[in-house]
């Protein structure tokens, strides 16, 4: 008996080895035996991976649904109200307030601070008219109306649309400006039609104000702030990273050109590439010219606060579809109305539930701290997170199992700084106008 | 004797726990090449597919020429899958055209057809909620809303009702 059980034993050991072996032998990964040759040496298909990365290969998103999108007196307006301070409630505020070009357009802090603190992390607006949702839960589907939401947020600018309105009709710089972009202002000077603080906001009397109105003169208004927005947008459109080193070493390895692949990036970096396209997983939400995949997962990120959770994409999604400025609003410039990312937004809680957009990747060394609410002050600490996961407080984390090593993670690391690199674009739009 | 027993027990234990720690790791690329087992199993055009999968996987299902046909788990019909664009777009929604037919080749019309599916093996679903709400005629059916986020394994999974009769099938798709 005894004889027998062991003789089923080693049986099994046996069988289990050969089993293991023969899984092996069928998987020949001919693509890695040959990288092994090189470290610069990229399969067919990693190539097609990397040149899917690359900015030389990017198609600019154009925003149809913005009329004045690619038009040069709206970016030129919309510069000038980017950094205009009088849009704020008290004057302390601008959108270049938490979006300072010398930080690539964030604010360096853990959270944004408008008039007051607030719960999220500001993003870089650059390379963001390329998004298909904006804010980190997605709660607005166009840069414009994207642009539109602080001013009448409490906690950043506080303002409401009849005084962001009134700012521009009293200053003959931007009115003209305005104008030239937008035709003729309409008269809005009569006070008791058009109230200096009215908006459908939360302060009682300046949404009372905004009640008070007749629906034609709500109307003028909110044209007035939208198309205010959609300058906006065409300022932020200009606002573009270029190329990388990586996106330069991509070019040499579609051109085979030797002397620069080995030039470009150093083994650590390679290394990095090799680990962010395979081992480390990163690839499966940062894909594209961006690093993201404009989808929303829950990555496990420590809340900020355990008595008030942030919900993300999961409230994010009623919100947008409620929202008088998106796709299928009467604001949407475009003859076509499909908006099927509304039209099939996802709604399960199980998919969005404390949630949060990919964010791009690019230039992030300069866009610390990290995650939605800044939980990580650097990179490596973000690394340590994927590698090695806090246990999840709200929602499903959709983490998948990665084990990378101490030389790994700062190899990733290393990988990640390639990316670095100016904004695209005229040094002038890069301070505020004069 | 009951001791030498549960020794071997445990000894077998170590041994089968020990297997599967070990195979563990080629788990992930076992399931690739199983993967693609599955597509040139299920695709009727096998012969065409170049002998490197990760090229043109993405070309398998574009276009009706390059439709993949399977049959469903309950054997009442065949289903033909097709994208209405090639190659498969990343990142932008479009449409699909599922074609269902009796094994005997009629044509199902006014079938009730559910579409979902997602990536498996990370845990999630679609990224938008499509649907099949238009009968084109002729057994097909459109498919909108669909959108492949990211590259690798999804799943498209119909279950299709008409009358008492019911089926269900599974597409893998490798973007």
């Known amino acids: 008996m005894k004889n027998l059980v062991i003789l089923l034993s080693v049986t099994i050991s046996l069988s289990s080895l050969i089993a293991c072996v023969g899984n092996t032998k069928k998987m020949p990964n001919e693509e890695v035996a040959s990288k092994k040759m090189s470290i610069h040496n990229w399969s067919e298909r990693e190539v097609r991976i990397l040149e899917s990365l690359s900015l030389y290969n990017a198609k600019p998103k154009q925003d149809k649904t913005n009329r004045v999108v690619n038009n040069a007196d709206a970016a030129k307006l919309g510069q000038k109200l980017f950094f205009d301070k009088r849009f704020s409630t008290d004057g302390t505020v601008a959108c270049a307030s938490c979006h300072k070009p010398k930080l690539f357009f964030t604010d360096g802090l853990p959270q944004a601070v408008g008039l007051s603190k607030t719960t999220r992390n500001a993003p870089s607006i650059v390379g963001a008219s390329n998004n298909t949702w904006f ?17 009448e947020n409490t906690l950043e600018h506080g303002n409401n649309r009849s005084q962001f309105a009134k700012v521009i009709f009293n200053d003959p710089e931007l009115k003209k400006d305005y104008e030239k972009v937008f035709g003729p202002l309409p008269d809005i000077s009569n006070k008791s039609r058009f109230p200096d603080n009215a908006g459908p906001i939360r302060v009682r009397e300046i949404k009372k104000a905004w009640k008070n109105m007749a629906p034609a003169d709500q109307k003028i208004i909110t044209d007035i702030f939208v198309n205010g927005g ?71 990120t420590p809340p900020l606060n355990v008595k008030k959770y942030d919900f993300g994409r999961s409230k994010a999604v009623r919100r947008v579809k409620k929202n008088p400025f998106n796709c299928l609003s009467e604001y949407n410039d475009s003859k076509d109305k499909s908006c099927d990312e509304l039209k099939y937004i996802v709604i399960h809680e ?77 040094p002038s739009l890069l301070t505020a106008p004069n | ?76 019909y065949k289903i033909t899958l097709f994208c209405n664009e090639s190659p498969i777009p990343l990142g932008r929604i479009h449409d699909w055209t599922v074609h269902i037919e009796t094994q005997d080749g009629k044509p199902v019309e006014n079938a009730k057809v559910f579409v979902f599916g997602g990536m498996p093996m990370h845990n999630h679903e679609f990224s938008t909620i499509p649907k099949v709400k238009e009968y084109l005629g002729n057994g097909d059916y459109r498919v909108e809303g669909i959108k492949f986020n990211m590259i690798g394994h999804w799943e498209m999974r119909f279950n299709i009702k008409r009358g008492r009769m019911k089926d269900r099938v599974i597409f893998k798709i490798h973007m």
């Open chain 1, 135 to 151: 804010f980190l839960d997605g709660r607005v589907d166009s840069l414009w109306s994207q642009a539109l939401h602080p001013i």
């Open chain 1, 350 to 426: 199980e998919e969005t539930m404390a949630a949060f957009k990919t964010p791009s990747l690019r230039n992030v060394t300069k866009t610390g701290p990290y995650m939605h609410g800044g939980q990580y002050k650097t990179l490596s600490e973000v690394i340590k997170h994927y590698n090695d996961p806090p246990a999840t407080k709200v929602g499903m984390n959709k983490l998948l199992d990665i084990d990378l090593t101490d030389e790994e993670m700062a190899q990733l690391e290393a990988f990640l700084k390639t990316l670095d690199s100016p904004i695209a674009a005229d």
């Open chain 2, 1 to 76: 004797m009951i001791k030498i027993k549960s020794a071997v027990k445990f000894i077998t234990s170590l041994t089968v726990i020990s297997f599967i720690v070990s195979c563990a790791s080629s788990n992930l690329k076992k399931a690739e090449s199983q993967f693609q087992a599955n597509m040139m199993k299920h695709g009727h055009n096998s012969n065409k597919m170049d002998h490197d999968q990760h090229k043109n996987h993405s070309n398998v299902f574009g276009k009706r020429e390059n439709a993949v046909t399977q049959l469903g788990e309950n054997g009442h």
């Open chain 1, 230 to 300: 959609k300058a906006i947008a065409a300022y932020e459109t200009l606002l573009q990273p270029a190329p990388s080193r990586f996106d330069k070493y991509v070019k040499a390895v579609s051109n085979n050109d030797a002397e620069k692949i080995q030039s470009l990036l150093n083994k650590d970096e390679v290394a990095g590439l090799d680990i962010f396209l395979d081992k480390g997983k990163c690839f499966i939400c940062h894909n594209g010219p961006m690093f993201s995949d404009q989808g929303f997962h829950n990555i496990g």
